[in-house]
Nanobody, 125 residues
């Protein structure tokens, strides 16, 4: 059983920073890529960022480019979020896949097989 456990969410003022972490726990787990998605109340789930483990290739949604950075080490993926805006408020989910993806493919939720429970990020204006 593979579990993805997110942490690091919270309440922050606009312009502030947060770092989310996602640990893959359980049996030996090797994923091809990991990603972050978010869902705000009343809105659809939205891609945020993804990273290909071996190559280190990263992908970002246009709305977060230049503000968010995804990175990975061992069994943990991070999302450093800077210059946060109220519209970044959402539940952030970590996801992992053992299947190949690239470019747009890594931004699609259906490409991922494992999901965390989510961590709330609230940005006040």
């Amino acid at each position: 059983q593979v579990q993805l456990v997110e942490s690091g969410g919270g309440l922050v003022q606009a312009g502030g920073s947060l770092r989310l972490s996602c640990v893959a726990a359980g049996r030996t787990f090797s994923s091809y890529a990991m990603g972050w998605f978010r869902q705000a109340p009343g809105k659809e789930r939205q891609f945020v960022a993804a990273i290909i483990w071996r190559a280190g290739t990263t992908y970002y949604a246009d709305s977060v480019k230049g503000r968010f950075t995804i990175s990975a080490a061992r069994n943990t993926v991070y999302l450093q979020m800077n210059t946060l805006k109220p519209e970044d408020t959402a539940v952030y989910y970590c996801a992992a896949t053992q299947r190949y993806c690239s470019d747009y493919g890594c931004s699609v939720g259906g490409a991922y097989d494992y999901w965390g429970q989510g961590t709330q990020v609230t940005v006040s204006s």
